[in-house]
């Protein structure tokens, strides 16, 4: 590979990962949706378990026998 295409995959690289490039604070904020979206499904998994009230079971004696 020549100079410059070692200078473009730089360049291409320092706008992906650089410090405070606007890219990466993009990239940044897509991984926190993500979480966000995730933790939302989880918070609605534990709302329909709470959500479904537990029958209490009665034993009469015809069950126990």
């Given at each position: 590979?020549?100079?410059?295409?070692?200078?473009?995959?730089?360049?291409?690289?320092?706008?992906?990962?650089?410090?405070r490039g606007k890219l990466s604070g993009l990239m940044g904020d897509a991984a926190k949706g993500i979480k966000a979206f995730k933790d939302g499904l989880k918070d609605e998994d534990v709302k329909k378990d709470e959500a479904k009230p537990e029958t209490a079971k009665t034993v009469t004696d015809k069950d126990a026998a």
């Open positions: 590979m020549s100079i410059w295409h070692w200078a473009i995959v730089a360049v291409v690289a320092l706008l992906l990962f650089g410090g």
